[in-house]
């Protein structure tokens, strides 16, 4: 089955500790992006990569890194997570810049 | 940066009236796309608009890209409860460099009452 998947997809943390999301699809896309959803703010990009070892700054880079060594998979790294990190986060992928979107299931993040 | 601007953003309508969504941005778009997002679920993609003025039809859902490529509107017909959800549009930015990076309204939370 063509999915998005995302690990874990709930998560309660505490300030300071680094952490990472996986995120991995199994349609030999290209292109993988990372959002977050906040109330009244909707999806907003986090970082984006079009393809292995090209990755760029979506509107929303600050506190993450991501890594995009092979084309199935693509990170996401807080490396010290902060209280204002809390959101919802999806992950998705398409066969091409400007192409349709696949997300994933959604991961819950709580930095207290 | 580029912007784009959803309205409205919450949006209660009885079964079987019509309903519009509205996203305008600040700068010109290549393209637009359009997710709905039902309460508990993750974004799925329902379609992408690239012309001028393109007008695209699903059912009962009707698409429109405007004119400048600044603007583009949803409007579903007669809705169901099944039409319930949040619905985003996302906008790429036609000039520039960072041609992967992807703009997403607020998104319009609809509510069916039936």
């Known amino acids: 089955e063509a999915q998005v998947t995302q690990n874990p997809r709930y998560l309660i943390t505490v300030t300071g500790k680094k952490l990472t999301v996986t995120c991995s699809q199994n349609m030999n896309h290209e292109y993988m992006s990372w959002y977050r959803q906040d109330p009244g703010l909707g999806l907003r990009q986090i970082y984006y990569s079009m393809n292995v070892e090209v990755t760029d700054k979506g509107d929303v880079p600050e506190g993450y890194k991501v890594s995009r060594k092979e084309k199935r998979n693509f990170p996401l790294i807080l490396e010290s997570p902060s209280p204002n990190q809390t959101s919802l986060y999806f992950c998705?992928?398409?066969f091409g810049t400007g192409l349709e979107q696949y997300f994933g299931p959604g991961t819950r993040l709580t930095v207290t | 940066g580029q912007q784009v601007m959803q309205i409205p953003q919450y949006q209660h309508v009885q079964e079987g009236e019509d309903f519009t969504t509205y996203c305008n941005s600040s700068?010109?778009?290549?393209?637009i796309q359009w997710y709905k997002q039902r309460p508990g679920g993750h974004p799925v993609f329902l379609i992408q608009l690239v012309k001028s003025g393109e007008v695209k039809k699903q059912k009962r859902l009707t698409f429109q890209f405007g004119e400048a490529k600044k603007n583009s509107s949803l409007h579903i017909t007669a809705t169901q409860t099944t039409d319930v959800g949040t619905y985003f549009c996302?906008?790429?930015?036609?000039?520039?460099?960072?041609?992967?990076?992807?703009?997403f309204g607020q998104g319009t939370i609809l509510t069916v009452h039936p």
């Open positions: 700068t010109t778009l290549s393209n």
């Open positions: 996302a906008g790429r930015n036609a000039g520039g460099t960072s041609y992967g990076k992807l703009t």
């Open positions: 998705a992928s398409s």
